[in-house]
């Protein structure tokens, strides 16, 4: 098999059989989660009220590789392994002389990369006999994405989606409930952190902090009930590597080595589990490819925001993480890219940015969504509109290697399918779509809220 060749595939024997936790070949540590009440880091007693003992072991574990249970792998082989594309109609469209490569997590039964870790935080819940899970959902793949993993290990699940998604986005709830979960819009009346929001912005169109805090709330309140969580956490990234240990052997069955990696951030589970394999072989000196993290324009926690200790929640219920925030404050312009609305990026990835090992840009979202039109007319996929990003920054590489005629080999993650986003599609053909201006002054009065944490 050569790189000419469009689809390359791995066999179910060749799946992942292991995690791979980047923390120990970093040069430094990242800091650890504070206690709000204490400032000390937290241990396993302040987790233990909302995940089960293994996830929490996962969460600070020191080891490179973590075990993936049977009965994981047996549901991860409904999809997995994933396929990998190289692009050739897009590159002709494009007249680029460029190589691009898409790992395709879309085929999975949420049609996202989500069920990556969905299914192992569900297993672990269940076999910690915990009944019921609850959680937050943007645009609503992490909420598809656990509901149909909690379906496979008996668990209840109910979830709170960020109230300017749950209105775009009607056939989510549809889906979740197809899946047996039950679902509200955030903020709710169902909780103090909902009523509080509610009663100083009645038509507040939620955030993803503001639908975590109910979540929180209501898994802290009943013994039988946890809380799970789509991203942001080490041992969410950590599930997610599967996807980019599945894509170093396929390119490596067609001879190609990437020379650019892209991948569109929100809290950052999609990007850092294509990215961080490679991170290893780079760290490792068997290849040197640029990196590079593609954020909203409209909440841009690597490019504006500042690093520093904050919730990852808005009502100020979870430990304090060292991360690029905007503030828990900060509630996003509810663009379409639902997915990519949170106002912290993860501790692990804020870490990585900050020893200087991969790069980040911002895109608004038309030139994303024209991106991802022009995929479709060549490639055949309707994108999410959160992989846009990373595909119109593909595009704009692909584009700079056209000039200077550079046969550039370029990875990307495309994390999910468009299909429950036609609306958004419609109101981009339509003219409809709007960029949104992300204003100083929203982002200075939420980092106001900073925690006061000591140096």
């Not at 190589?99 to 192992?120: D, L, Q």
């Not at 379906?151 to 998604?165: K, M, N, T």
């Not at 039950?182 to 169902?190: A, D, F, N």
Request: net charge negative; proline share 9%.
């Amino acid at each position: 098999m050569t790189a000419d060749a469009t689809k390359i595939l791995l066999s179910e024997s060749e799946m992942p059989r292991r995690w791979y936790n980047i923390v120990p070949d970093l040069p430094s540590p990242p800091p650890p989660p504070l206690h709000p009440g204490t400032l000390q880091p937290v241990g396993p007693d302040d987790l233990a009220p909302l995940f089960p003992m293994a996830l929490i072991e996962q969460e600070v574990t020191a080891e490179r590789y973590v075990d993936i249970p049977d009965e994981v792998q047996e549901v991860y082989r409904l999809w997995r392994p994933s396929p990998l594309y190289r692009a050739h109609r897009l590159e002709k469209a494009l007249g680029t002389p460029a190589k691009i490569f898409y790992k395709y997590e879309g085929v999975s039964p949420a049609g996202s990369h989500k069920p990556n870790t969905a299914v192992p935080q569900a297993y672990y819940n269940a076999a910690a006999g915990v009944r019921r899970l609850t959680t937050e959902t943007g645009a609503g793949q992490w909420g598809t994405a656990l509901a149909f993993a909690s379906a496979q290990f008996g668990l209840e699940c109910e979830i709170w989606q960020v109230r300017a998604s749950y209105d775009q986005k009607p056939y989510r709830k549809i889906m979740i409930e197809t899946f047996g979960g039950t679902i509200h819009p955030s903020p709710s009346e169902l909780t103090e952190a909902g009523r509080r929001v509610l009663a100083a912005d009645p038509d507040s169109p939620g955030s993803l902090g503001i639908a975590i805090s109910e979540a929180v709330e209501v898994a802290a309140q009943h013994a039988d009930t946890n809380y799970a969580l789509g991203s942001v956490l080490n041992h969410v990234l950590l599930h997610q590597t599967v996807i980019g240990e599945e894509a170093i052997a396929q390119l490596a069955k067609v001879g190609a080595t990437p020379d650019v990696i892209v991948g569109c951030t929100g809290g950052g589970s999609n990007f850092a589990g294509l990215a961080f394999p490679f991170l290893r072989e780079k760290l490792a000196g068997t290849m040197n490819p640029v990196i590079r993290a593609v954020e909203p324009a409209s909440c841009p926690s690597l490019t504006q925001g500042k690093y520093a200790y904050d919730f990852g929640d808005t009502a100020g219920m979870t430990p304090l993480m060292k991360m690029h925030t905007l503030g828990h404050d900060f509630i996003p312009d509810p663009i379409h890219a639902g997915g990519l609305r949170y106002h912290g990026m993860s501790p692990l990835i804020s870490h990585v940015y900050e020893l200087g090992l991969i790069e980040a840009v911002a895109k608004n979202q038309k030139e994303c969504f024209e991106a991802g039109v022009t995929f479709a007319r060549s490639e055949g996929i309707i994108p999410a509109p959160e992989p846009t990003h990373a595909l119109a920054a593909c595009i704009e590489e692909a584009l700079r290697c056209k000039e200077s005629g550079e046969e550039k080999v370029i990875l990307t993650a495309l994390c999910g399918h468009g299909h429950l986003d036609l609306a958004a599609y419609g109101r981009y053909l339509a003219g409809d779509m709007v960029d949104h201006e992300l204003s100083a002054d929203a982002v200075a009065a939420a980092m106001a809220g900073l925690p006061k944490v000591p140096a």
